[in-house]
């Protein structure tokens, strides 16, 4: 109490007050809603681009939707955001050590739309891609698979082709930490480690000691050079009769995810850093949180971005009143984003969605080529979402279909909701995704 105090009387006596303008630096209109943040707190400009903030610090740091971060003195008083828009590729945690693949994203990023490549810092085994500053990511070995061993010179070596860089993080699914912590990790009926179709543990949401760890992660990343933290895996899995350390419901399930983000936010607070969520492509159509702790709202409150996952295979037929959504590319993308928008109050610029980049397996088995690519580019820029991100689960990219982008579409024709209640969502081996 008696520091607090002390706190208080000097942050009163020494702390400035700073007036500061915000504008699009390419149309030079007030940016409304940008953050602007110090070690202590958060300000949000208004309509005009104006925000006040008192601070004894002599840096600030500044993000807004669809534009690049950046730090400024607090005396700057009039600052411009340059508008970006990222457009991703994947590189997955074994892709990462490849000189193939990795030169392959690099020259698509330079001859071709591409800016931005998302890279697996933690992946679904609990396995990291360098060697953290984690101390318990150091006793339960989680570098010992890494696939880079210099992260400050690969890093630098991206940073160098003017790319944006996201650090993908799974976070409750880690075959790791649950074989090495047997109390974190989710158990079935019987008490033993469950894990899912692919044999994979997860750890328990509600443990508030794995937020930590998750966090740390992230927060490690960040102080790596990583422009964005990409949380995935941020969720419960849809699989019943599994003992959790709280009883589960929708409120509870909610509450966890929203914990795990706050932790996650202070943790990477000191950081000037973007966070995104992945989520299910039927978290923009359901009304309840899919069972798996999501909702548009929810997830919007603690984080930058919200990536759901549109890929056209992962759809059930019906949606939309689609037999085959894999025919219709551009309308899946399209829509499911502007119903997400419909049914919350969340703006399009805070959606950056996961694009299909690979073979379809629920359907005809068709390849995902330039057409559908381009479509669900289209779909999304239609959508004014705030760029896209690639997947293919190999990291394997054509450039046909980024060249097409800008061909022209058809109007979305109308259509009718198959339904309100929709949970399934299926993985390359049309199983449920658990």
Known sequence: MRFLLLFFITFNLFASTHSIRIFDKETLQPVANAIISDQLGTFTSDTAGNVTIKTLEKELFIKACGYKQRSIDPTAGTVFLEPFVPKALYLSFWAASSEKRLNRILDLAENTE???VIIDVKNEYGDLLYK????????????????VYNIDKFIARLKKKNLYI????????DERLSQNRHDLALKDTNGSIWRNHEKLAWV?????????????????????GFDEINFDYVRFPLKKELLYKKKLNQTNRV???????????????????YTSVDTYGY?????????????????????????????PSGFGAGIMGFKDPTDHPYAIINASINEAVKKSDVSAARFRPWLQSFKDYGFDRKFFRSKE?????????????????????????????LQDSTAPYP?????????????????EKNKLIQ
């Open 132 to 147: 953290s500053r984690v101390e318990q990511a150091e006793k339960i070995g989680a570098h010992k698979n890494r696939t």
């Open 114 to 116: 591409i800016n931005t």
């Open 373 to 401: 690519v381009s479509e669900q580019i289209k779909g999304a820029q239609d959508a004014l979402c705030s760029g896209w991100m690639l997947w293919n689960p190999s990291s394997r990219f054509s450039a046909k279909g």
């Open 204 to 224: 328990d949401p509600f443990e508030t000691e794995v937020h930590g760890y998750v966090s740390a992660i992230a927060a490690d990343a960040a102080s790596r």
């Open 166 to 173: 996201i650090g993908r993080v799974v976070v409750f699914k």
């Open 283 to 311: 978290v923009c159509w359901n009304e309840n949180d899919t069972n798996i702790g999501h909702t548009v709202n929810s997830l919007s409150k603690h984080c930058d971005y919200i990536a759901p996952m549109l890929y």
């Open 255 to 273: 509450n966890a995810i929203t914990q795990f983000l706050k932790t996650a936010n202070e943790a990477l607070r000191p950081y000037n850093v």
């Open 411 to 427: 109007v979305l024709p109308g259509y009718k909701d198959a339904s309100k209640e929709v949970y399934c969502f299926r993985n």
